[in-house]
């Protein structure tokens, strides 16, 4: 385990970091255990205050107000597929779609989807007959398939964030972690919330490895998980609380 300790706004940021060599490929995995190990759920609809600069728990956006970046082409193929599924019982915008379109273009040139009314043009909204959140989720657990195969990457990712480091030997170093703030790029500090800066999202009744089992499995592959399972699991592994915890128990 390696103790990692910075500022993060209000509290001191440590958190335990795990580290192991992949089986097969000439890299290092590294965790954020602290993380891994702590209770954070998402709590969309249930009290979530979204990444306005303002509390806004009533329009139930989540983090789907600014609209979703694509990683790559194939991550848009794959959503146009699955913008073929969807129907008007579970698009709320489906027709606005067919007028102008599901994708648009940022001022950097990135790939998004569009927004309406203020948010992703995939988010239904409260009130919405087909059920409020997501269009693709809705739609999914409908089919009884996972939604993280029809959502964008981001969409599913979130709040998990892999980043990828190289050497000048090719030994490739790929950090797991929590996302935070400062990954919102320049707009992150202007967030009124952010669901892993704050003790609310911290409810879950189990822990993080195992409630995004199959979006790790998705981002690392099996072996890598169940390698992270068991290095977690060790009888003398150290288990650290997630600093939001540990701030308000001081409080």
Known sequence: MIPVTGLSGRHEDLHEMLSFEDPKEQRTWVFDATFMRSSWKCIFGEGCQGILDVASPELNQGCCSEGAHFVDEDDVSNVVKAVVRLTEKNWQFKDKAKKKGFLKKNKE?????RRVDGACIFLNRPGFEGGAGCAFHIAATEANERPLDWKPNVCWQLPLRLEYHTDTNGWVNTVVREWKRRDWGDGGTDLHWWCTDNSDAFV??????K?????????VGAKVYDLLVEALERPTAVTLPHPVLTVKKSK
Do not use: A, N, R
């Open 109 to 113: 040139g990135d790939t998004m989807t």
């Open 204 to 209: 879950g009744k189990e822990p993080v490895y």
């Open 211 to 219: 409630y995004l089992k199959e979006e790790i499995i998705e981002s």
